[in-house]
């Protein structure tokens, strides 16, 4: 259960809201030139600050899975009428046709509607790339009853199993098969043919387990982890994504481990906020109100302004994607607020 005290009047709770800040940021950095160059190491020994780069880069993987969590834990909390589901889904597919049409001509500055109806269908729309995770979202929609069904009858059990079946199907395995393909110079790999959808699928496994720990477990069970512990297995989970993507040697990224990051960083900043003052939670969660409003922005933003945060240079390149970034969730903030309050005013009148 969730510490009362952090339930805001509005219906917000602080500790989601500051995750979907951070998540959100992490978002816009990912489609920036700077996390690109982060991927980008040398032959040969790898050397400290290549390392450190690619720490980075891991990092901001956990930016969708946490989005993920977010969406069980404030999904899966009840049971939802069809009628109530199939208005989100409309809402949802006007919001991502609409945004998909905008993006797609600032990033071209021509629209070809055949084109784009063939690209929509694939989420392959010039500009709109980052909108992936709006048909992921719809397709949890599409299955919320069901997901409601098995979260109503999760136990701690359950969350443990899903979470230990994750770590040896998607983690242990997949690393012990690479360490021996790179030393026999084999390709095992796990069948295709085998889909434990619950455990390897993200957009099914994510909102389970992140309602189950922020909604199922007893308060105990999640936030009397000491700090220290949790910020120890995200950096451990860090490092080995990083070793794992060093010995496949093809620049390919591995993500078995991006899960405990996911989990560590979920409790992390739960626990962190059970001890933030009720202003701090306020600001928080009015912050935190308007990210989905900068996601949906910035990929609209984007062509007309990255070009003024791009200088050459890995680590000038680096700085100024995160300036960019700062930049993109003021302006877009911004103009979801201004909209918030005219939407407000209007429903008013």
């Known amino acids: 259960m969730l510490e009362k005290g952090k339930e805001l009047g509005s219906g917000r709770f602080a500790h989601l809201d500051l995750l979907r800040l951070i998540a959100c940021f992490l978002v816009v950095f990912n489609h920036t030139q700077g996390c690109i160059k982060l991927y980008e190491y040398g032959s040969g020994a790898v050397t400290i600050p290549a390392f450190v780069r690619l720490f980075i880069a891991m990092t901001v993987k956990i930016n969708v899975p946490v989005f993920y969590m977010i969406t069980g834990s404030l999904l899966l909390n009840r049971d939802r009428g069809y009628r109530e589901i199939f208005g989100r889904i409309f809402k949802m597919f006007a919001i991502l046709l609409g945004f998909s049409i905008v993006s797609h001509f600032c990033y071209k500055g021509e629209f070809y509607i055949p084109g784009f109806i063939r690209n929509f269908a694939s989420a392959t729309v010039d500009g709109a790339g980052p909108y992936w995770y709006l048909y992921s979202y719809l397709g949890i929609l599409l299955i919320l009853p069901f997901l409601r069904s098995i979260a109503a009858r999760m136990h701690t059990r359950d969350v443990s199993y899903l979470i230990g079946a994750r770590l040896v199907i998607g983690a242990v395995i997949p690393m012990l098969f690479l360490i021996a393909n790179s030393i026999v110079d084999s ?66 990224s591995f993500d078995g481990f991006v899960f405990v990051m996911v989990m560590s960083f979920f409790v992390f900043i739960k626990k962190s906020v059970s001890k933030s003052s009720h202003r701090a939670d306020g600001i928080i969660s009015a912050l935190g109100a308007l990210t989905f409003g900068i996601y949906l922005l910035d990929p609209i933003i984007g062509p007309f302004c990255k070009k003024l945060f791009d200088f050459k240079g890995d680590y000038k390149m680096f700085w100024s994607s995160i300036v960019y970034c700062l930049f993109s969730m003021i302006v877009g903030g911004s103009l979801t607020f201004v909209f918030k309050g005219f939407k407000k005013k209007f429903f008013q009148k």
């Open 187 to 252: 390709n095992m790999y796990i069948a295709h043919e085998f889909q434990p959808a619950m455990i390897i699928v993200d957009c099914v496994f994510y909102p389970l387990v992140g309602y189950g720990i922020d909604r199922c477990l007893e308060e105990k069970e999640t936030l009397n982890y000491n700090r220290i512990f949790l910020a120890f297995w995200f950096v451990t989970a860090d490092i080995l994504g990083v070793v794992a993507m060093l010995i496949s040697g093809n620049g390919e």
